[in-house]
């Protein structure tokens, strides 16, 4: 007799261990999903003050970097672009946080946040900018 593959029983065995793995998982999933207490539920008052009480962190985040950012006498341009992108960052935060439906203002505020952490990771420095100072 000719093996031809002698890892098909290791295979068979791991998808056989895949499997019962999974359903298991999926039925645990299953199980917490009808013993879930209903009191965990967040309201839609809460989602908003909870989306109101970010944008107030953020702001205050981004205050202090402002602040931290004008100890480096950053030069004139420079300085009157990130008071632009500063401006433009706490206006819209609070715009999205006071829309009436929180669960839309939510999805735009982690959007808005995670584009913002996007782009300036990838524009890590503006032209022109003193050693040290990183905007």
Do not use: W
Request: aromatic share 6%; proline share 4%; net charge neutral.
């Amino acid at each position: 007799m000719v093996r031809r593959n002698p890892f098909k029983i290791y295979r068979i065995i791991l998808a056989g261990l895949l499997i019962t793995v999974f359903s298991g998982a999926v039925q645990s999933a299953e199980k917490e999903k009808s013993t879930k207490d209903p009191a965990a539920v967040m309201t839609e008052a809460e989602l908003q003050s909870q989306v109101m009480s970010y944008a107030d962190r953020f702001a205050s985040v981004i205050s202090t970097a402002l602040g931290v950012y004008d100890e480096q006498a950053p030069r004139a341009e420079n300085r009157r672009i990130v008071l632009s992108t500063v401006t433009y960052s706490i206006s819209a935060v609070y715009t999205i946080a006071a829309e009436s439906d929180p669960d839309v203002a939510l999805l735009d505020m982690v959007s808005m946040v995670t584009l913002g952490a996007y782009l300036s990771s990838r524009n890590s420095g503006i032209k022109g900018c003193p050693a040290g100072a990183d905007p």
